[in-house]
């Protein structure tokens, strides 16, 4: 049988064949890539606050807090900042240590230090000890070694909402008592919401709040410079592989640039299953409405709809337009019908279906235009043609059963 596709082909073609992508881990979440647009007010004033530690290390501890929303590159640009600290410290003979702990997974203050040393390298007991005296400890170590050291407390929204006063205490004043001639430990805190510092504490919100420095959301046009880039300088996606209408798309759809990442890796893979040479705005805009966390609701509900609904629906999507008046659905809703060898419901039924629509989310109301009632189609639902077509498919095949 000739016909047959040879399945090792197959598979060998398919791992072989890598059209789209050319680096992909540049697009994982954790990578940190060269360029950072966007970020350079940022990264300027991060330096700015940690100018002592170059110039005169030792005479202060620096807190800075940098506060913005999800997916406006707080992670990435504070990492950056402190790879790139640690390197100017030691072309100048300046030993700067720089930790990353993520609050959220090391949930007290106690815990997030003990990561801290972890992941210096520095041995410490992890029990038996108090916060203060395990922050001690590292200063101590820090001293032997002459070094200093710049902790970032990543979504530290978290220790606010869980820590007792004291350990905020220890992060914002340890160094106000006496016995420490040279301050060796610098914080940098990233928080999602300004809000929650306003919940500790007045004795020490102050401390927290001298040094504040806000990530915005990024504009569309810094979206797209950020995808761009990677692309361009990272190499994520093989050169020429994407229309630039389609980077455009994704980017005037996101102002989270982990979410617009998220979407540029999505729409290659797509483009990757067809076999497509290189993405199309098509297929952006399928990864878009996949990504939209109301996809999986709307697919169910699909899922769940019956044959003719499905058939008006079908009518409905390949109408293709933003508005439709009722009679003119109904219109095409039967000859979709006839088409697959069924006889068209009553218009009445047709009516309710489309009341039923209207009430799962499928079409929203529109006003009255003159006689007519008109329904238009969400974008995402007009994006979901593919999946309205396979179930109807499933539900003819089950029928001939
Ligand atoms: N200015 C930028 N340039 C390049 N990549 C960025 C930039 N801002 C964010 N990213 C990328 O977007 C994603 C989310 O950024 P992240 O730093 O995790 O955001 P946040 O910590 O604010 O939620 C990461 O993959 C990161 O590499
Ligand atoms: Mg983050």
Redesign the pocket.
């Known amino acids: 049988m000739k016909f047959l596709v040879n399945i090792k082909d197959l598979v060998k073609e398919s791992l072989e064949q890598n059209m789209i992508f050319e680096r992909k881990e540049a697009?994982?979440?954790?990578?940190?890539?060269a360029?950072?647009?966007?970020?350079e007010r940022q990264i300027k004033e991060l330096s700015i606050n940690f100018r002592d530690l170059l110039t005169n290390a030792g005479s202060t501890s620096v807190s800075v807090v940098v506060v913005?929303?999800?997916?406006?590159?707080?992670?990435?640009?504070?990492?950056k900042f402190g790879e790139i600290i640690t390197e100017i410290g030691k072309e100048r003979g300046i030993k700067i240590m720089f930790a990353h702990v993520n609050c959220r997974k090391h949930r007290t203050v106690f815990l997030a230090l003990v990561e801290v040393a972890r992941q210096i390298n520095i041995i410490v007991p992890n029990r038996g000890l108090s916060a203060q005296e395990l922050f001690r400890n590292l200063h101590e170590h820090l001293e032997k070694r002459k070094a200093y050291l710049i902790v970032a407390f990543?979504e530290f929204d978290y220790l606010i909402a869980t820590s007792p006063i004291e350990d905020l205490y220890l992060l914002a004043r340890a160094y106000d008592e006496a016995g420490f001639a040279e301050k060796r430990i610098h914080y940098i805190f990233?928080i999602?919401d300004l809000s929650n510092i306003m919940k500790i504490d007045r004795s020490i919100r102050d401390q927290f709040m001298k040094n504040v420095i806000d990530?915005p959301p990024?504009t569309h046009e810094?979206i797209y410079?950020?995808l761009k880039?990677?692309i361009v300088n990272e190499k994520a996606i093989r050169e020429n592989a994407i229309e630039d209408e389609a980077l455009r798309y994704i980017a005037e759809q996101y102002d989270?640039?982990?979410l617009?990442?998220e979407a540029l890796e999505l729409a290659g893979k797509i483009a990757e299953s067809e076999g497509a040479p290189i993405i199309t705005v098509e297929h952006t805009k399928k990864a878009v409405s996949q990504l939209n966390p109301e996809y999986d609701v709307i697919l169910r509900t699909i899922k769940d709809l019956d044959l003719h609904q499905l058939l008006l629906l079908k009518a409905i999507l390949e109408l293709d337009q933003k508005t439709l008046s009722i009679d003119v659905i109904e219109n095409e809703y039967r000859n979709v019908a006839i088409r697959v060898g069924e006889r068209p419901r009553k218009h009445t039924q047709v009516y309710d279906y489309i009341r039923k629509m209207k009430m799962l989310g499928l079409l929203l109301p529109e006003q009255r235009k003159g006689r007519a009632t008109v329904v238009s189609v969400p974008d995402i639902i007009r994006e979901m043609k593919n999946v309205v077509e396979e179930e109807i498919q499933n539900r003819l095949k089950e029928k001939e059963y």
């Open positions: 697009l994982d979440p954790d990578y940190v890539p360029n950072l647009p966007g970020r913005g929303k999800h997916g406006t590159g707080k992670t990435v640009t504070v990492r990543d990233i999602r990530f990024y810094e410079q950020i880039d990677r989270d640039a982990r617009a990442i």
